[in-house]
């Protein structure tokens, strides 16, 4: 009798606990909630469900192109990703260019976002703004901002990005603007289909003297698989790209850039793995 008396305290301790547990997450366990980084070009903050640490590894192959993390046709990076508490994300990377002539250079770039309105639950809308900074391939120095706004449930994925950026370069523009969109739906299961789109050097639409080459567009679909028994997640988009307006750029081939001053096209992909 005792010892039945002894199991029902113990147990009138733990179960409160694990519904406890359960009302702080109820949705732990599902995909579409738990990734860090679901798209590969609109940058999220992180809620409730994926607030650890990532590493993420993202490369790709294109055709007159020019990416943040490489040149001539190759890019890879890596990077981190992490809850710093008060609705603070961090994000972290180093990319990785090599050269038609053997040489190989670095980039870095740090960010800090921090979510404005929401960022209490795992669904729903979140918007956030932060501060930045990169230093490119031929050691130029860039500070950036960039306002995010995400939407989140258990069946679809929405975010976007507006990114402003300061290069501290005579040759390169006063203001660059640069945003972007991604939306995925639940297909099956783990898997997720949708499409992002990327526009960057907006400005280049009103300004005849853009200095980087003009507005460049790109839309193509985005497929996204994360098991929900596994840590890893991957993500694949890619899509032709629109040279929208003209101009003659005055940067080099180093000024980090996602899409080209030409038609061409890009795919690019990223694996994640949460710690």
Not at 14 to 23: E, N
Not at 50 to 79: E, F, H, K, M
Request: charged share 15%; glycine share 12%.
């Amino acid at each position: 009798m005792k010892k039945n008396f002894y199991i029902l305290i113990v147990l009138s301790f733990i179960l409160p606990l694990g519904i406890q547990a359960q009302i702080i997450n109820p949705q732990r366990g599902i995909p579409a909630v738990e990734q860090p980084q679901p798209f590969l070009f609109t940058i999220n903050t992180l809620n409730p469900a994926a607030r650890g640490w990532s590493l993420n590894y993202n490369g790709g192959y294109g055709q007159r192109t020019v990416t943040p993390l490489g040149y001539d046709g190759v890019d890879q990076n890596i990077g981190v990703k992490g809850y710093l508490g008060a609705k603070l994300t961090f994000l972290a990377s180093v990319g990785i260019g090599f050269g038609n002539n053997g040489e190989v250079k670095s980039l870095q770039q740090i960010e800090a976002l921090r979510d404005i309105i929401g960022g209490n639950t795992s669904s729903g809308f979140r918007l956030g703004a932060g501060l930045g900074f990169r230093r490119e391939f031929n050691n130029g120095k860039v500070a950036l901002s960039r306002v995010t706004a995400t939407y989140e449930n258990i069946n679809w994925r929405f975010g976007t990005n507006v990114r402003f950026e300061k290069a501290f370069d005579k040759d390169r523009d006063g203001i660059d603007v640069i945003s972007s969109i991604g939306i995925h739906r639940q297909i099956s299961g783990a898997f997720f289909a949708g499409m992002e789109a990327i526009a960057q050097d907006l400005e280049g639409f009103w300004e005849t003297d853009e200095a980087e080459g003009g507005a460049r567009l790109l839309v193509g679909p985005s497929l996204n698989f994360a098991p929900a028994s596994s840590r890893f997640s991957f993500t694949l988009c890619g899509g032709p790209i629109i040279y929208a307006t003209h101009s003659v750029p005055a940067y080099n081939q180093f000024a980090v850039r996602e899409l080209p001053t030409s038609n061409g096209f890009t795919m690019k992909f990223n694996v994640g793995f949460r710690f």
